[in-house]
């Protein structure tokens, strides 16, 4: 960190207002007391922003996250179809089936059979 220095004007005011050493003391107080907060807010931007991105890793969707809820929407998609696919068959199975009983009595009531 680099350290603080006062502004040349209050310090040629501190000299002349206060005597050479309390001057001096004085100035050399208020550029620690001023490095002493610089580094704490800085120390609390740091804390800041790991906090940050603890909260956002947190929050956010990574790309094993998301290739894993991919996986399960395929899978689930897969599932639907094949349950499509058979309940289409028993469909048209049944209805066939329904069919050709209604065709066989209408035949037998026409005594064609």
Known sequence: MVAYQLPREIDDFLQTELPSEKAKKLSFLIEKSIAAISNRATDLALQK?????????????????????????NASIYEAKADIIKWVFVFVFSQTTILGAVIYALFKLAKII
């Open 49 to 73: 922003k790991l906090e940050l991105k603890d909260e956002l890793s947190k929050e956010l969707v990574t790309k094993s996250d998301l290739s894993a809820s991919t996986a399960q929407l």
